[in-house]
């Protein structure tokens, strides 16, 4: 069984910062990328930022320069960054990895259960 455990959301006021934390856990032979998505009432889930396993990083627009995703391989985690935060990131966040059980097996989506992050004064 895999896991994916989120940490650090809360409450926090424009132009603050917070960091959310990811660990992967159970039976994991590899994995690919990892994320963070966010997700409001009433719309798709939006991705925010995903690393590969060698680092390299990509971002949404409206979060370039105020977030920062980072892992640790050998942890099994993964963080992101978040400052100068904006009402517009309210949202729950989403830990997600591409994984592999095995070392045969093909790698698939899993998913945290989200953290709650709200920005407002």
């Known amino acids: 069984q895999v896991q994916l455990v989120e940490s650090g959301g809360g409450l926090v006021q424009p132009g603050g910062s917070l960091t959310l934390s990811c660990t992967a856990s159970g039976s994991i032979w590899g994995i690919n990328d990892m994320g963070w998505y966010r997700q409001v009432p009433g719309k798709e889930r939006e991705l925010v930022a995903r690393i590969t396993s060698g680092g390299r990083k990509n971002y949404v627009d409206s979060v370039r320069g105020r977030f920062t995703i980072s892992r640790d391989n050998a942890k099994k985690t993964v963080a992101l960054q978040m400052n100068n935060l904006k009402p517009e990131d309210t949202a729950v966040y989403y830990c997600?990895?591409?994984?592999?059980?095995?070392?045969?097996?093909?790698?698939?989506?899993?998913w945290g259960q989200g953290t709650q992050v709200t920005v407002s004064s």
């Open positions: 997600n990895a591409d994984l592999m059980r095995y070392y045969w097996d093909s790698a698939n989506s899993y």
